[in-house]
């Protein structure tokens, strides 16, 4: 299966509630033989109603990262672990919602099928919810951010921070200068050679 007809069979996707209030789902994109893949949370608000993931605020901070680091935006794919936007309406505004286990494990057929499509050198792992799909409910972020974690033999996880945390952070520059750290692990791992 290729990852277009996988888009499209996620299109339909019941598999938990959340697709009963989200605008579409929001598929992974990018390049199907990316070097790189970036794995967060959900789609935001801007990204539900898009649908495209890390279109938003959170996925202008992860761009600014990428420049830092050297690693070109168009050469990676990004994804979610969850491919519905979970929120709380709020007048006009929907407010974001954390994903319950439940729903992270609804989605992980999809975000397994990416993985083994794009089989990247380096999955970086953007946040708890993304660590929870990919590294088990054991694994704590802020313990091991930036180290790398061998995926399989010559691929690696490095975890990090979801850049949305940044936007929420009271000292923000000191927020983005570890994340941009994790992010540049991440790019010396790929320069080092590892396939």
Same mark, same amino acid.
């Given at each position: 299966?290729?990852?277009?007809?996988?888009?499209?069979?996620?299109?339909?996707?019941?598999?938990?509630?959340?697709?009963?209030?989200?605008?579409?789902?929001?598929?992974?994109?990018?390049?199907?033989?990316?070097?790189?893949?970036?794995?967060?949370?959900?789609?935001?608000?801007?990204?539900?109603? #898009? &649908? /495209? @993931?890390?279109?938003?605020?959170? =996925?202008?901070?992860?761009?600014?990262?990428?420049?830092?680091?050297? +690693?070109? $935006?168009?050469?990676?794919?990004?994804?979610?672990?969850?491919?519905?936007?979970?929120?709380?309406?709020?007048?006009?505004?929907?407010?974001?919602?954390?994903?319950?286990?439940?729903?992270?494990?609804?989605?992980?057929?999809?975000?397994?099928?990416?993985?083994?499509?794009?089989?990247?050198?380096?999955?970086?792992?953007?946040?708890?919810?993304?660590?929870?799909?990919?590294?088990?409910?054991?694994?704590?972020?802020?313990?091991? #951010? &930036? /180290? @790398?974690?061998?995926?399989?033999? =010559?691929?690696?996880?490095?975890?990090?921070?979801?850049?949305?945390? +940044?936007? $929420?952070?009271?000292?923000?520059?000191?927020?983005?200068?570890?994340?941009?750290?994790?992010?540049?692990?991440?790019?010396?791992?790929?320069?080092?050679?590892?396939?």
């Amino acid at each position: 299966m290729s990852l277009a007809a996988l888009r499209e069979a996620a299109r339909g996707c019941e598999g938990c509630d959340l697709h009963r209030d989200a605008t579409q789902t929001v598929f992974g994109d990018g390049v199907p033989d990316a070097e790189f893949v970036f794995v967060g949370e959900q789609p935001g608000d801007q990204e539900d109603r #898009r &649908g /495209e @993931p890390f279109v938003g605020p959170a =996925g202008r901070m992860l761009d600014r990262a990428l420049e830092d680091a050297g +690693i070109d $935006r168009d050469k990676i794919y990004v994804t979610n672990a969850v491919k519905h936007f979970k929120f709380e309406p709020r007048g006009k505004r929907r407010i974001h919602q954390k994903p319950t286990a439940g729903e992270i494990a609804a989605c992980r057929p999809w975000l397994e099928a990416e993985m083994r499509l794009v089989d990247p050198a380096v999955t970086v792992v953007l946040g708890a919810t993304a660590a929870r799909a990919l590294l088990g409910p054991a694994f704590r972020v802020t313990r091991h #951010r &930036g /180290e @790398p974690i061998p995926r399989r033999d =010559g691929a690696y996880y490095v975890a990090t921070i979801h850049p949305s945390a +940044i936007l $929420r952070a009271p000292e923000q520059d000191a927020a983005y200068d570890g994340f941009l750290a994790d992010i540049k692990v991440a790019a010396r791992l790929r320069r080092a050679g590892v396939s």
